[in-house]
């Protein structure tokens, strides 16, 4: 069964930085784009970031660009999200998922299980 395993959550205060990485256990992974969304409480899971399966283009949401990085490493079958300057706003917990489309997270079946980000004011 194909897993997705985020770490790299944790606490940091308003404008840290914090890396994400999001390891997939299929080494098919390196061939499919990939994305980044979270989910704060009382609130549906949102999306942050898209990077296609080539590596070459990205997407984000308006909140975070210009803040945070996805990227790639293949080789390792991981994809990471950079975030910095972190605001409390970004507080929630952050889940990779992979083959879908961008702009459609129904589209996304395979997902992680989260790791919690908590930004201090």
């Known amino acids: 069964q194909v897993r997705l395993v985020e770490s790299g959550g944790g606490s940091v205060q308003a404008g840290g930085s914090l890396r994400l990485s999001c390891a997939a256990s299929d080494r098919g992974f390196s061939n499919v784009n990939m994305a980044w969304f979270r989910q704060a409480p009382g609130k549906e899971r949102e999306f942050v970031a898209y990077i296609f399966w080539h590596g070459d283009s990205t997407s984000y949401a308006d909140s975070v660009r210009g803040r945070f990085t996805i990227s790639r490493d293949s080789a390792k079958n991981t994809v990471y999200l950079q975030m910095n300057s972190l605001k409390p706003e970004d507080t929630a917990v952050y889940y990779c998922?992979?083959?879908?489309?961008?702009?459609?997270?129904?589209?996304?079946?395979?997902w992680g299980q989260g790791t919690q980000v908590t930004v201090a004011s």
């Open positions: 998922a992979a083959g879908g489309s961008l702009g459609r997270i129904d589209s996304f079946v395979h």
